[in-house]
């Protein structure tokens, strides 16, 4: 039997799917109900409201900042407009987790097995951003947390670790919080330039050292601190199944933990199911929509074009992330249309990158809506009764 969800072990809960919301909580060792979920009060929220019934915001690319004017003076010259989608970017993510109340990030990570390949980025050299040239950190083998290699390589933390690290202490520090979910989007675009701004050529991520990713979060978290796919699989042959007949953890199995997800799909999804087949042994789930053995979480980021599949997908108990705004232009025009549309959509994960008002003039900001911490229940799959009240964190 696979290594489970530590509390799973003790008891395991049958799924409360909108459909059947009065099943109770049930120990399958003994057949004994352990919580009735007729109806839900304060006292059995947390075991009755499961991880799918909540909604909460994260950041997109959240590890970034903004870019400096000198580097954006410079390369105007040969590439005009060049970084109008790029200004932005993000407090650190010690601060999104307590000031801002995020739950979910997305990181963006270039493996650099020998380390130094990104230490001297050329936009820092012309715009002498000194903080950014040669930093210790940088010569470290591992994978190295940035956006886009020489132009877009401000970061809050330099290196994968450094950025699980901080998660992890904050997470350490406030054991009650609500699951935290972290996106890994795996870079290694063949560019060789950009106008006339050469690019530094990444190493590429294959089946050869997918795993690599697996062994640094392995690094930094201890199993029981994660929620991973063998958690949720248990005993069914594939995690769709298990997600169809028990359903995800309840709150109370989930606060603490960390989910970790590949945001690519394509060649990257298929070499790491090589590595981990069926997601056995893997930390990460993989977007699958319903259909595929590994179906649980689905990335979908066009809301405008897909928030009524998305709201099916909800109703079938799989965890989606979406936009709500894309790169500047919501932040500089204050259209609302798309961020309405996530939040109605019924995604748990509402990825923004103004999280606080436009810096714009626009006055366009991202919140969850009658909140009163950082998670509300789903407007889609919570279950009748849910009350904003009780996700909250302690």
């Not at 969800?5 to 352990?34: E, K, W």
């Not at 060049?82 to 999104?96: A, F, P, V």
């Not at 069926?278 to 595929?292: K, R, W």
Request: hydrophobic share 35%; proline share 6%; aromatic share 8%.
């Amino acid at each position: 039997m696979k290594q489970r969800f530590n509390t799973l072990t003790a008891i395991l809960m049958v799924m409360l799917l909108p459909a059947c919301s009065d099943s109770g909580n049930t120990d399958l060792q003994s057949g004994t109900v352990t919580t009735d979920c007729t109806s839900l009060t304060s006292q059995n929220a947390d075991d009755c409201i499961r991880l799918n019934h909540i909604q909460v915001l994260g950041t997109h690319n959240s590890y970034k900042l903004d870019l400096p004017d000198e580097l954006i003076s410079a390369v105007d010259e040969f590439v005009p407009r060049w970084s109008e989608n790029l200004e932005y970017g993000h407090r650190t993510l010690t601060d999104q987790l307590g000031l801002l109340g995020i739950r979910q990030f997305e990181l963006d990570i270039f493996a650099d097995p020998d380390g130094g390949l990104f230490a001297e980025p050329a936009g820092a050299l012309l715009a002498n951003d000194e903080h950014f040239i040669r930093p210790e950190e940088m010569f470290e083998p591992g994978f190295k947390t940035l956006h886009v290699q020489d132009i877009d390589y401000r970061t809050t933390c330099l290196t994968f670790t450094g950025c699980l690290e901080e998660i992890r202490d904050w997470s350490l520090d406030n054991p009650s919080h609500l699951p935290i979910m972290i996106l890994v989007e795996l870079k290694d675009s063949q560019q060789a330039s950009r106008g006339d701004f050469s690019l530094t050529q990444p190493v590429i991520v294959d089946e050869s050292n997918i795993g690599d990713v697996d062994r640094e979060i392995w690094s930094v978290f201890s199993r029981d601190h994660v929620i991973t796919p063998d958690d949720v699989r248990g005993d069914y042959s594939t995690l769709e199944e298990a997600i169809a007949e028990v359903g995800w953890p309840t709150l109370s199995q989930s606060r603490g933990k960390i989910l970790f997800a590949l945001d690519n799909t394509g060649r990257h999804k298929d070499d790491y199911l090589s590595v981990f087949p069926n997601l056995e042994e893997a930390s990460m789930f993989v977007s699958s929509p319903p259909g595929e053995s590994t179906a649980g979480f689905v990335k979908m980021n066009n809301v405008i074009a897909d928030e009524e599949l998305i709201r099916s997908y909800v109703e079938q108990g799989l965890i989606v992330r979406t936009r709500s705004d894309i790169p500047t232009r919501e932040a500089r025009s204050g259209d609302s249309t798309r961020r309405d549309l996530s939040l109605q959509s019924g995604a748990q994960y509402i990825s923004t990158d103004y999280p606080e008002v436009s810096p714009f003039g626009s006055g366009y900001i991202v919140e969850l809506p009658g909140a009163v911490g950082p998670g509300i229940c789903n407007p889609v799959s919570a279950p009748e009764g849910c009350s904003n009240e009780w996700i909250v964190e302690k």
